[in-house]
């Protein structure tokens, strides 16, 4: 099974990450990883450090000729601003004389992690829970992405809305998504043409207009994004056990993202509205196929995929690092104060659905990998083609 692990601060040296239980074989190249890299640090709205990082992977190991050899793959994004920050970052010496950040942000880590860690200085405490985490995170999810494209299984995303500004009739997009429905990354590339990546242009337009409203305001803001999976066979994931169900396992990755509070599969929310009639897929034949002619319940049922689009959608908070700050109170002193600013994005959704199509990626790709399995591309290709 794939598992990976990310280290590294936000202003350390760089970010590390080490991905194991990835099949033998499977063609993977730093320039396959360096696009989704760049997809990553895309959108209007995102901040200073856009300009400073131009973020490329080194492969240390695991790969030999373009191709996986099985045994753990080591990746690592260096820090371009690490040398404005050697002395406050460094790994020797004792600190003394480094200024202490003692005032913790509304809403982010820094408070709850200070008391957890018992640490003085919030600095160690926010390097870490930083949304930079989430390249490597993209970094080391893209292998188990390229493996998911070996077997027909695309994955993409889209922004819904961003603030106020949301897709209030979704035909066209239904549309785009019907026409893509076979290799929906193709959607996801024609998202990448928005600035927002939202699909509509109409939407589009009043979501940028929100950003720079906002940006003036020095505030934040959040918005929804849909994660889509096409290809994917009927029987991945299980109803036997709680932990195994695929829809909990989707919902912990997508909620695992930085500033995520909300996720739902399918339309889970709005049925939760309706009547039973009104909600559950029904189940007809059509030229001695079995098939939807609806699509509710998001590709999953039972906590099992039932061979129709998987439909995920994540809803993001504003990020908690205003230009406009919040009350807080000093950890030290108690007294009540305004929150410092970090430099951050106005806003970051269109890089949250990116992230949200990698977190996805290794879900997939396990449960896929319990059902078809074995130790290199070559052998599961043959037990595929026999199950399938």
Known sequence: MIRYYTAGESHGQALVGIVE??????????EYINHQLWRRQQGYGRGGRMRIETDKVEILSGVRFGKTLGS??????????????TERMSVEGSGKGIEKITLPRPGHADFVGSIKYNFDDIRNVIDRASARETAMRVACCTIAKRFLHEFGIHVGSHVLSIGSAELENRSTVDKLIKKFSNEISKLSDLADSSEVRILDTMTESRAIAAIKS??????????????????IPIGLGSYVHYDRKLDGQLAQAVMSIHAVKGVEIGDGFENARRFGSEVHDEIVSKNGKITRPTNRAGGLEGGVTNGELLVIRGAMKPISTLANPLRTVDIISKKTTQSRYER?????????????ESVVSPVIANAFLEKYGGDSVSEIKKRYKISS
Do not use: Y
């Open 214 to 231: 906002c940006k003036k305001k020095g505030d934040t803001l959040g918005g929804i994004f849909e994660v889509l999976v096409s290809g």
């Open 21 to 30: 239980g990835v099949p033998a074989g499977l063609s993977i190249s730093s």
């Open 344 to 356: 951050s994005d106005v806003c970051a959704v269109p890089a949250c659905s990116v992230i949200g």
């Open 72 to 85: 753990p793959i080591a990746l690592m994004v260096r820090n371009k601003d690490w040398q404005n920050w």
